[in-house]
């Protein structure tokens, strides 16, 4: 074990072994090593585990990316379940303290905690993500997802909400939060209601904002160059950019060649974003999303959870060839927690499971031309004859009379392409599943070099590893960029005539909330940090520069 690392793993061990009262191993701790790397790329597959790994591996015939970086394990619980949302575990990820359900990098609810468990952090009170803390320290920053940018996982990254669902909110952080690269999805939280674009993808008939403003014209105001295609993406070569190349979600990897050619790959996608960063000589953090491989897990579809690991795999590989390369980053990658509960072997091959052979698990995948959602899409009509068709043509499997009674039965409860996967992989497949949901085992990390912990450790740990890495402080980051106000005044308002667009009123100055500057006689001063207000609690957060600026103490 490096010396280092040394002190590290015994604090992790220690407060492992105490109750749940201790938040993080790392929770309060400044940084206990500044490495030598100016890089980190954080790397999540959304809702897997080793299974889709050991499936995947099978399926390609070939050693994974991820297969020479298994180090330890990482616990998943939030701080109100022991299974995690994707907002709560991605929080715990971004600022190092966990969180309650569907809240993105604001403390814990107070009243719904697992028992013997005391959050260190006030409810609804944003904590400074390891994005922000590299950007405040001059590092350049990114966020690539294959969900909308505002989705759970890139939120816990790059914004502060009570609820993970309030997606225009989000993607105001998003966009005032000064990112240099952003690619994913998700391009209608840009527009207004009552504006359209064209794109590569055709016409968007009007966007999701109801506030009114087009965060397109903020993109370009700020210098962003903006793109929607792979092509475009391709063109690029330095600069501040965004990509967004779906209205929502991007594509299944596997449905990508059929639904959506001018995607680009998530590999493609990491590539682009590495290669724009590292031009900057302070250094850069990338966190990446293979957003679906969840998705799969949640319709318990196995070639749609194997070819979207498949592609974070290749992203892996990407990342782990510039870090060999560069020598001064660190890759890591883990899941946020398991959907889907995916297993080789289920009840109907538990009496034979000495006769399951290769071919068993891997034929039935490779008949299998895209996912699901794709075979229900691709339906001629609603009728069992045109299921049965579809599937036949792009799964390669002939759907019996009781395998389209049972698909029927399930419909009215989960949906078609639910019902669909599920019944297939029952009965055609050897891959079981236990659940729609999320489940709450460890989960695998992946990481190579010094700061890798080859042992247990909790979500939280990982945002203290990565601060380290880059040598920031998330504490000394959350208390610089998220001031009470209260603690220093309470002679301020929140004006909301404009209930979409309130604007905190406070020392002769207006500072809009969501964003990051003030308007101050007749001035706009640019802030670190936003501007957050937590309804929940009526409190507002504003940063150190500002009440300097201010003049409040």
Known sequence: MHKRWGKFARIGVIAGCLALAANSAMAGHGNLFRSNDENVIIMIPDGCDETVQTVARWYKRDDLAVDGMQQGAVKTHMADSIITDSAAASSAFATGYKTSNGFVSVGARSDTLLTGYDSAVTPYAPLASVLEAAKREG???????????????????????????NTNEIMEHIVYNNLDVVFGGGLRHLIPEDETYTTSFGTVYGGKRTDGENLLDVLEDRGYQFVDSKEQMAEITSGKVWGL????????????????????????????????????????????????????????????????????????????????????????????????GMKIGHYNTAMGYTETKIEDLVDP???????????????ADDSDGAL????????????????LAEIR???????????????????????GWTTHGHTGETVPLWMIGDQAPAHV??????????????GVNLDKTTEK????????TSDYEIDMN????PVLVVGGAELPIDKDYMVKDGKTYQMPGLTVYAPATGKVYISEVAIRQLRLR
């Not at 990897?253 to 790959?265: C, G, K, L, M, N």
């Not at 404009?498 to 667009?501: C, G, L, P, S, T």
């Open 245 to 340: 190349f779906d209205d929502s979600h991007m594509q299944p990897d596997i449905d990508r060649q059929f639904f959506a050619t001018h995607e680009p790959s998530l590999a493609e996608m990491v590539e682009k974003a590495i290669e724009i960063l590292s031009q900057d000589p302070d250094g850069f953090l990338l966190m990446v999303e293979g957003s679906q491989v969840d998705w799969a897990g949640h319709a318990n579809d196995p070639i749609y959870m194997v070819t979207d690991f498949l592609a974070f795999d290749d992203a892996v590989q990407v990342a782990n060839d510039f870090a060999d390369e560069n020598g001064r980053t660190v890759v890591m990658a883990f899941p946020d927690h398991n959907t889907g």
């Open 457 to 470: 450790v909790d979500n939280t740990d990982l945002a203290f590893i990565a601060a380290d890495v880059i």
């Open 481 to 488: 960029l998220y001031v009470d106000l209260n603690t220093i």
């Open 139 to 165: 590092k350049s920053v990114g966020i690539v997802a294959t969900s909308r940018v505002t989705h759970a996982t890139p939120a816990g990254f790059t914004a502060h909400n009570g609820s993970r669902n």
């Open 388 to 403: 049965s068709d579809s599937v036949y043509t792009n799964w390669g499997i002939t759907l019996t009379s009781d395998d």
């Open 365 to 379: 995948l490779l008949g299998m031309k895209m996912s699901s959602n794709g075979v229900v899409a691709l339906m």
């Open 409 to 431: 039965e399930l419909e009215s409860s989960v949906g078609l392409s639910y019902a669909l996967s599920r019944v297939v992989s029952k009965n055609h497949t050897v891959i």
């Open 498 to 501: 404009d209930a979409e667009n």
